[in-house]
């Protein structure tokens, strides 16, 4: 299969992606594809690139065999890849780093991003602080509150945090007024976005950026089990660490590629953010793929438990990947999440960001229905110090 080799050079996978934007935007974009292109190809980048993810991200994440987890459920052998182990807590850093290699090829001293949970803007202040380069976040009020933690840890990098006081005040609202400076200081600046979604080369570059995620765990597994995995699950917000996990794995069709949205409540119009089981065709901020809309095209709000996957649209290979077939999706509601969350924190002594609790929760259902025989691959996103809070409040915890 050459699937990996998409998007085509209008950034199409298919009849999802493409670049929707205004045309103060174009040149900025076809600039930044261009120098993509030559850095992909540039020895030196990969390098620098991966010296970085070695030393300073805490690369190769482990695979970890999950052997409490396992007898538990009684099914199927679960690994989880241990991206929360990563400096900053998340695999958001992977492309983060990426991306400032690139800020610095074209010269640019100032980066700006969107966050939802916050770990996008901590990952991006974090490679600013490191590279020298002002940073600016732009973060939905509503977001700011129930990711204070993450809040904090931007500020003390250096980064000034914008709260967006308009519409939702999350992170659709976020993306919109990034752009919005973006369009308005492209010569200085560039904006590192946080997922693989938006117009291209975005969705792509940021694919790339995460690669290494599966690249790794194909080659743990066949190191640890001799053998390739029968199933893969992962989260889906725009959708990077699961594109990540998924792309190495993609030619290899007896391997199941599942991810997992956020179902919120329940899925009725604003009570969730599962793209694929209750959205249609549309474009927003970039791109041609799933949204959350109404008839007439509005987008509508969302809700999940977890920030990082509250958002109204999936990027556009995932709505590719699924239409061929290759791979599917499914959701995870808050209660299941919540419960996710517990399970692993009490029986492997892990707490996972509650983005990556939705894909233990897709794990907790199939896993019994599984032979012993079976081997599944859960991506642990992050980790879930950011959650606790949160999650104390939403089990009732007593806390002093
Ligand atoms: C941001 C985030 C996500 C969701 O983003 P994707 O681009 O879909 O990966 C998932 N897990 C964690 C821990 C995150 O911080």
């Known amino acids: 299969m050459s699937i990996v080799q998409l998007p085509d050079e209008r950034g199409y996978f298919g009849t999802y992606g493409g670049m929707y934007v205004p045309e103060t935007l174009m040149a900025p974009l076809n600039d930044l594809a261009r120098e993509y292109e ?56 992977n492309n983060a780093i990426g991306q400032i290699l690139l800020a610095k090829r074209m010269g640019k001293k100032r980066v700006i991003a969107e966050t939802g949970a916050g770990q996008h803007g901590v990952a991006t202040a974090t490679v600013a602080a490191k590279f020298g380069c002002e940073c600016v976040i732009y973060m939905g009020e509503v977001d700011m509150k129930r990711q204070a933690l993450n809040v904090a840890r931007m500020k003390f990098l250096g980064a000034t945090v914008v709260p967006v006081k308009v519409g939702q005040r999350t992170l659709k609202e976020a993306v919109n007024e990034a752009m919005r400076d973006w369009v308005t200081n492209i010569r200085s600046t560039h904006y590192i976005l946080g997922t693989a ?3 291209h080369p975005y969705p792509a570059m940021v694919r790339d950026f995460q690669r290494i995620i599966g690249d790794e765990a194909r080659a743990q597994i066949l190191e640890k089990e001799g053998r390739l995995p029968d199933h893969i699950i992962a989260c889906v917000g725009g959708g990077s660490n ?4 998924f792309t190495a794995f993609v030619p290899d069709t007896q391997v199941a590629l599942t991810g997992v949205e956020a179902g919120g409540r329940a899925i009725v119009p604003g009570e969730h953010a599962a793209r694929f089981a209750g959205g249609s065709l549309g474009v927003l901020q970039g791109t041609r793929s ?3 809309q109404d008839d ?6 969302t809700h999940s438990i977890s920030a990082g996957l509250d ?12 239409e061929i077939g290759r791979a599917s999706y499914a959701y995870a509601t808050d209660d299941e999440a919540l419960e996710a969350f517990r399970l692993l924190c009490k029986i492997e002594g892990i707490i996972p960001a509650l983005e990556s609790s939705h894909a233990v929760a897709h794990a907790m259902k199939i896993a019994p229905t599984l032979g012993s025989d079976k081997i599944v691959i859960v991506n642990l996103s992050g980790r879930g110090d950011k959650d606790v809070q949160q999650a104390a409040q ?4 007593e806390l002093p």
């Open 38 to 93: 030559s850095a992909r190809k540039d020895p030196a980048f990969s390098t620098e690139l991966a010296s970085l993810l070695k030393d300073y991200v805490g690369r190769p994440s482990p695979l970890y065999r999950a052997e409490g987890l396992t007898r538990h459920l009684g099914g199927a052998t679960l690994y989880l890849k241990r991206e929360d182990l990563l400096h900053t807590g998340a695999h958001k850093i």
């Open 197 to 199: 979604y938006g117009s």
């Open 242 to 245: 699961a594109i990540g996990i």
């Open 290 to 292: 799933y949204i959350l």
């Open 296 to 301: 007439n095209g509005q987008i509508l709000n």
């Open 311 to 322: 958002y109204a649209a999936v990027g556009p290979e995932h709505a590719y990947l699924r």
């Open 394 to 397: 939403f089990v009732g915890m």
